[in-house]
């Protein structure tokens, strides 16, 4: 399908993108592919549901489970992660919130001291936990797959200290241990996890979907990604069977939107930035109409009212 005529088949969103700046950074985790500018539509969702757990698979930096929680739009989360460095920060943020915290907030980065960082082999989950945060802070885009490299210049010339800012973390940390009584954090493949979990919540569960992974196209999971494989067809199919309320955000590409054709649900396209400043368009699903110019539908909106609105 020619790349315009899938694109023109898909109504732009009338929830405008966020300017990052307007958004509080909750999550220390600087993550390629970031939501930030998701936020107004993540906000208007969980505002329209009933749902008080919101259910995030592919956690990676958790900005958007964090912003749900800490504005009090869900009463609690559940985020699912499977690459093991990231869990190690994880599961060290919410279980050892302050030890993690006086390790930040007093560490001074060298070049030197981040050398033995890079090439430490953690004893505990919090050392862990501190690697995963001090490398996804100094490398390009916050990106940890294996061969990643770190900054040089970085912002205005500050080279590695450019992004690593010990208050303002150390803040951040804290935030989400005062918090963590609402957080749920599982470590393992969201694919396995996510059907039991799903058919357990029911219909309270509120699940965002982010997947790191392109449906077709361009295959830049494999650099930004130490788990870069997922089967979008079966994701979409559980999504279906269950009637879970969900939202989703993927890349937009004639695969996704044969899938959401296929499936009866409703997408919009959003305009955004990269993070090198390149125009890129994305895909918002919705089980039913929600962001469409001209419609005031509620995540609550059924199956049949898609179809009569497809036909009318």
Same mark, same amino acid.
């Given at each position: 399908m020619p790349r315009d005529t899938f694109l023109n088949a898909i109504p732009a969103s009338r929830v405008p993108v966020a300017n990052?700046?307007?958004i509080p950074a909750r999550s220390p985790l600087r993550y390629p592919g970031g939501k930030t500018w998701l936020i107004p539509h993540v906000r208007q969702w969980l505002a329209e549901t009933a749902s008080s757990t919101l259910v995030e698979p592919f956690a990676g930096g958790a900005?958007?489970?964090?912003?749900?929680?800490?504005?009090n739009l869900v009463k609690n989360c559940i985020m699912i992660e499977i690459d093991r460095d990231v869990a190690a920060f994880w599961h060290s943020a919410l279980g050892n919130g302050a030890v993690l915290r006086h390790i930040v907030y007093w560490f001074d980065l060298t070049p030197e001291r981040l050398s033995a960082v890079a090439e430490s082999s953690p004893k505990t989950l919090t050392e862990h936990g501190f690697r995963t945060l001090v490398l996804n802070r100094t490398r390009y885009g916050g990106n940890l797959a294996r061969r990643a490299s770190f900054m040089r210049n970085g912002e205005n010339g500050n080279g590695l200290a450019s992004r690593w800012y010990p208050k303002t973390l150390s803040k951040r940390l804290a935030n989400i241990e005062a918090h963590?009584?609402?957080?749920?954090?599982?470590? =393992?493949?969201?694919?396995? %996890?996510?059907? $039991?979990l799903l058919r357990e919540l029911g219909r309270d569960a509120a699940v965002f979907l982010d997947?790191? #992974?392109?449906?077709?196209?361009? &295959? +830049?999971?494999?650099?930004? #990604?130490? /788990?870069?494989?997922? $089967? /979008?067809?079966?994701?979409?199919?559980?999504? $279906?069977e269950t009637g879970c309320n969900f939202l989703m955000t993927l890349e937009a590409s004639p695969e996704a939107v044969e899938l959401v054709t296929d499936h009866g649900f409703a997408a919009v396209r959003v305009k955004m930035k990269? =993070? /090198? /400043?390149?125009?890129?368009?994305?895909?918002? %699903?919705?089980?039913?109409?929600?962001?469409? +110019? =001209?419609?005031? =539908?509620? +995540?609550?909106?059924? &199956?049949?009212?898609?179809?009569r609105f497809e036909h009318s």
């Open positions: 990052p700046a307007s900005g958007v489970s964090l912003t749900a929680v800490m504005e963590s009584d609402r957080i749920v954090f599982m470590e =393992g493949n969201a694919m396995e %996890i996510l059907p $039991d997947p790191p #992974y392109v449906c077709g196209g361009k &295959r +830049a999971g494999h650099r930004l #990604y130490n /788990h870069s494989e997922i $089967d /979008h067809a079966t994701l979409f199919a559980l999504l $279906d990269t =993070g /090198h /400043h390149e125009s890129a368009q994305e895909l918002v %699903i919705t089980p039913s109409p929600l962001f469409e +110019a =001209g419609l005031g =539908g509620t +995540a609550a909106s059924t &199956r049949e009212d898609r179809c």
